[in-house]
């Protein structure tokens, strides 16, 4: 996965959307931090679809979601960025 999406993911911002996915359980919150970080750190993949489909095995549906959203949010904004 790209660099800079592995620092997206370590972001303030994404951990505020993570806590908030988590109904603000701290605990539960780094422990899916460390999880995601982990499979991104071996993930080689670049079909979020298929690393979507991924995440739900490992994560429940709305935390799996909510990081594939925000990385989407994020592709998205980098292209419209490149097009300029």
Do not use: H, P, R
């Not at 911002?13 to 996915?21: K, V």
């Not at 109904?23 to 995601?36: A, F, Q, R, S």
């Not at 429940?60 to 300029?84: H, L």
């Amino acid at each position: 996965m790209d660099i800079k999406v592995k620092s997206l993911l370590g972001g303030i911002n994404f951990e505020t959307a993570m806590l908030e996915a988590c109904d603000w359980n701290y605990e539960l919150c780094e422990d899916n931090m460390k999880k995601i970080s982990e499979y991104f750190q071996v993930c080689e993949k670049t079909d979020l679809d298929i690393i979507g489909v991924e995440l739900s095995y490992i994560f429940s549906e709305n935390i799996s979601e909510m990081v594939i959203s925000y990385i989407k949010d994020y592709v998205d904004i980098g292209n419209k960025e490149t097009k300029q």
